[in-house]
């Protein structure tokens, strides 16, 4: 079974850009989360999305959005980039919402904003 | 404030002792903490979780301990392996039914060979 997918695996952008990450889940996972990976603040949670429903949001500002296709792939995205917004951005996919144990993280895209 | 935290930031063992990694949390009201291991170049990967009403649960060459008097967990790596070299974090669910996982900030072990 194919691991959690997430493209691009880097990307550079400049201030003041918007960019989208996109994640494909494990086949049959229809929860995907997203999270924000940084050496000062560690791993952050952003959102969950289940059944193309944000069903949970962590405390980052509304530039930061996502939805979730009814194949449960996912995307975020990020507008009017900051330097701070540099970070590795991961997903990862459980089969149902609220057990959050048996997730599964994709290899994350790594955003740099200069 | 509450927090997810970890005494050492590093840890560096030697090949086939035993590792144990330490993380203090702040809100009695969490129930359910996992870690996770964290290799180079991936994401983050599930090793084993405990739910408040336990206080040891164990693994394959691990075994996590949760102190809910003083709110500390550890995970202990049997035996540790080159592979074992990762960055270690805990990670606490609070309140039942509230789905967000809260990080600490990792621990990072080094096998020495």
């Known amino acids: 079974k194919a691991g959690v997918t997430q493209t691009p695996r880097y990307l550079i952008k400049t201030r003041g850009q918007q960019v989208t990450l996109s994640c494909s889940p494990i086949?049959?996972?229809?929860?995907v989360s997203w999270y924000q990976q940084t050496p000062g603040q560690g791993l952050q949670f952003l959102f969950e999305?289940?059944?193309?429903?944000?069903?949970n949001k962590g405390n980052f500002p509304g530039r930061f959005s996502g939805r979730q296709f009814s194949n449960s792939r996912s995307e975020m995205n990020v507008s009017t980039l900051e330097l701070g917004d540099s970070a590795l951005y991961l997903c990862a996919s459980s089969l149902v919402t609220g057990y959050t144990g048996e997730q599964y993280f994709g290899p994350g895209t790594r955003l740099t904003v200069t | 404030g509450e927090s997810v935290g970890l005494h050492l930031p590093t840890l560096s063992v030697q090949e086939g002792d035993n590792s144990i990694i330490n993380c203090a949390y702040s809100?009695?009201?969490?129930?359910?903490f996992i870690w996770y291991k964290q290799e180079s170049g991936k994401g983050p990967q599930f090793i084993i979780d405990?739910?408040?009403?336990?206080d040891k649960r164990q693994g394959q060459r691990v075994t996590v301990l949760l102190n809910k008097t003083v709110k500390h967990l550890s995970l202990q790596i049997a035996a540790t392996q080159p592979g074992d070299s990762a960055v270690y974090f805990c990670a606490e669910k609070k309140n039942f039914g509230n789905e967000k996982l809260t990080f600490g900030t990792g621990t990072r072990l080094t096998i020495i060979p």
């Open positions: 999305y289940f059944s193309e429903t944000q069903r």
């Open positions: 405990i739910r408040s009403n336990m």
């Open positions: 086949s049959g996972h229809r929860s």
């Open positions: 809100n009695s009201a969490s129930d359910y």
